[in-house]
Structure formats: C-alpha cells, structure tokens
C-alpha cells in the first residue's frame, strides 16, 4: 500500500497531465515576463523568485478569461481521461465550469511544474554527491551535502519519493474533483435525457410502422398468391392481376423495409425528418395495392387534418385492412373517414371468417391503439352481429 503510488501508472500518468499543465502555462508566464522587464525597466530590480511569483499570480486570471473564451473543452475532457483517469460522464459544456478547470489545470500544472524542475535534478545531484567529490563553490548547497556526508543519498532518494507521492496526491484530489466539475449539468443531463426519450420514441414508432407495412405486404401477398394458385386455371386474367398486385406490394415493402433500416444506421440522425411521407391522401392507393373488395367513403375534407394524425390515420387504416385481409371471409370491407372541426372518425368493418383468431387483440390492434393513445384518441373493436368492426376516433386539432 506504502509503495504503491511510486509503482502505479496512474502516478506518473497523473504527472504527465501536471507537465502538460505547466507547458500551457509557459506563454502566459513569457508574456509576463517580457511585461515585467519593459514596466520595471529603470526601476528598482526584483529577484527572480520575487518577479515569477508575481507573474504567476497575475497571469491566473488570464488564464481563467480565456478558458471561457478559448475552445478548452475537447482538449481538456480528452486529457482527463487519458491522463487524469477521470472516468464517468465527462463532457459538460457550462463555459463557467470548463474555465475553472482550466485554471486549476494550468494554475496546478505550473507548480508542479516547476517543482518537477526544481527538485528533480537538485535530488539527483544530492544522491550522486559522494561519488562526484567536490562539487565546487554552491554555497548552501555544498554546505549541505559537506554536512552529511554519505547520507545524501539518502536524503536525495527521499526527496524524489517526497515529490512523488505529493504528485500521487495531487493527482487524486484533481480526480474526484474533475469527476464533479466536468460532470454535466442538471440541465445538460435532462437535455440528455430528453434527447434519449426522443431517439426512444423514434426507433418504437419506426417498428410500428415496419410492423404495420411490412405485415400488410405479407398479408396482401399471401391473400393474393393463395387466389392466384386457386383461379390460375380457371381465370387466368384474374390471376394475373393477382399476382401483379403481389409483385407492386413486395417493391413498396422494400422500399418500406429500406427506408427504416437506412435511418436505423444513421446515427445520430432525426429519424422524423426522414420518416416516408403518407397521409390520408394516400389512402387510395393504399386500396388499390391491397387487393381487397373495399367500399371507401370519406366525409369531409382530409387535407384539413393536421400531418401528425393523418399519417397516423393512414397506418391505422393499413393495419386495419391487414386485418381483415388475413382474418376476414375475403367479402366486401367497409373504410369510412369522416373529418369534423374536433375530431377524426375511421371505421373499418369486414365480415369474421374461419380464420379469425382475434379474441385478444394482438399485437395490430396493441399498435393501433399505442398510436390513438399517443394523440389522445380513443379505439374500439369487436364483433357488431356478423362484422367485425374497428373504430378509431382521434382530435383533429
């Protein structure tokens, strides 16, 4: 445990960051200098302990000014880690914070610095004194090393192990201290939080819209492929067509299909300013693909509704002739839209075949509904005598 700073990386890579710190600082304690020799020039002479003290102090708050002006932050977050060993989020962006730590990095660094200079060649002189002899005239120094004899290595060894475990300390203390000043904000972390619940959204509301394009492509497929096998001798012409409609159904799946996986690879990217651009106008063509006999009714003015709730709408739709593709008698299915000022109306009915197996909803009518809630709508689906009947009812405004 005693030793174990004088062995760790961490120490020395704690003092590198130190070093680091110290030849930042350099320019400033140059210009302070050259300002010193041109103010003092003619005047009462400094030592030269007394003048870099003096420089020293008043070039820290220079040093703190152009941290809040200065682009510190991609510099300064990336030394911590690497060198610091600051683990954890660092990556504020609160000018006052990064500027604080750019002071005590710089404002640190320069002692330790000098430090480092100070003592590092002093203590090696000291160790290797009995073995140089006489080291000339160094005035205290020499009388120290006279007095001691063949303890100075010793105390040179000592000096060195001093300087390192005062810069194992520092670096500690810089540490968790950086841990809390790099750390984001309260408002950085919400701003990330919001920014998650969004990407969040984003990606559950893509697999609704794979799930419900995507499964009415198969649906609509598998209805017209098993009508085509049926009639391909009988109604060639029939079959055909079915089988055309099985072929503009897979392009538009794919396009569907490649458009999600491409916003999924985009990092970073607003999956919204992407999302394909369908609405109730489209609901047409949503028919003629689907193959189904469906009788379309619309009552009131669909370019109205607000862009949210229509492409909304137009999904539920989808997802509702899905439905009936793959659970109905392959009659007749209802659509009808009706806009009022407060809200919008869809209905979507088909007579209950001998494949119906929605007594619990499944995962469609789960989709729809997550996509009313989320706009504050309302749904409702079951059995109306021999109909199976889904009506969506969503705020227009």
């Known amino acids: 445990m005693i030793l174990r700073p004088l062995r760790s990386p961490t120490t020395y890579r704690a003092w590198a960051w130190l070093i680091v710190g110290g030849a930042l600082l350099m320019p400033y304690m140059m210009a302070g200098q050259v300002l010193t020799v041109v103010w003092r020039e003619g005047g009462p002479g ?8 003096w420089v020293y102090a008043a070039a820290l708050p220079v040093v703190a000014l152009t ?14 880690r690497a060198l610091l060993g600051i683990g954890g989020e660092v990556h504020t962006s609160a000018r006052g914070r990064l500027a604080l730590w750019f002071l005590l990095h710089l404002g640190v660094g320069g002692l330790a610095s000098g430090a480092t200079l100070a003592l590092v060649p ?69 701003a990330q939080a919001e920014a998650a619940a969004h990407r969040l959204t984003e990606q ?18 598998t209805v017209q492929a098993s009508a085509a096998v049926r009639v391909v001798d009988s109604d060639p012409g029939f079959a055909r067509k079915a089988m055309a409609t099985v072929e503009q159904t897979a392009r538009i799946a794919l396009a569907d299909l490649d458009h999600v996986l491409g916003v999924l690879r985009a990092d970073g990217r607003d999956a919204s300013s992407t999302a394909p651009r369908v609405g109730l106008a489209d609901v047409p063509e949503l028919i003629d693909g689907s193959g189904l006999d469906v009788e379309y009714t619309v009552d009131g003015d669909v370019a109205t509704v607000p862009v949210v709730v229509s492409r909304e709408a137009y999904r539920i739709a989808q997802e509702g002739l899905t439905n009936a593709a793959r659970h109905g008698d392959g009659g007749p299915v209802g659509l009808d839209i009706r806009v009022t000022p407060a809200a919008l109306e869809l209905v979507v009915r088909n007579r209950s075949g001998e494949r119906d197996a929605r007594p619990g909803g499944g995962r469609g009518l789960t989709g729809i509904r ?8 309302s749904v409702e689906a079951g059995t109306v005598g021999e109909w199976w009947e889904l009506a969506v009812r969503l705020p227009a405004r």
């Open 46 to 53: 400094l030592g030269l302990l007394s003048v870099d003290l």
């Open 122 to 190: 002093f203590a090696v002189m000291v160790t290797i004194s009995p073995v140089l002899g006489d080291l000339g005239d160094l005035g205290l120094v020499t009388g120290m090393l006279t007095s001691v004899g063949w303890l100075a290595p010793l105390i040179g060894v000592a000096l060195l192990a001093a300087l390192v475990y005062t810069i194992a300390t520092l670096g500690e203390i810089l540490r968790r201290t950086g841990a809390r000043v790099l750390a984001p904000t309260p408002a950085e972390r919400l």
């Open 204 to 221: 559950n509301r893509l697999a609704r819209e794979l799930h419900d394009s995507i499964g009415h492509a198969l649906s609509i497929v």
């Open 370 to 377: 997550e996509r009313a809630e989320t706009l504050g709508g």
């Open 67 to 80: 941290g809040l002006i200065l682009p510190v932050r991609a510099m300064e977050t990336t030394a911590a």
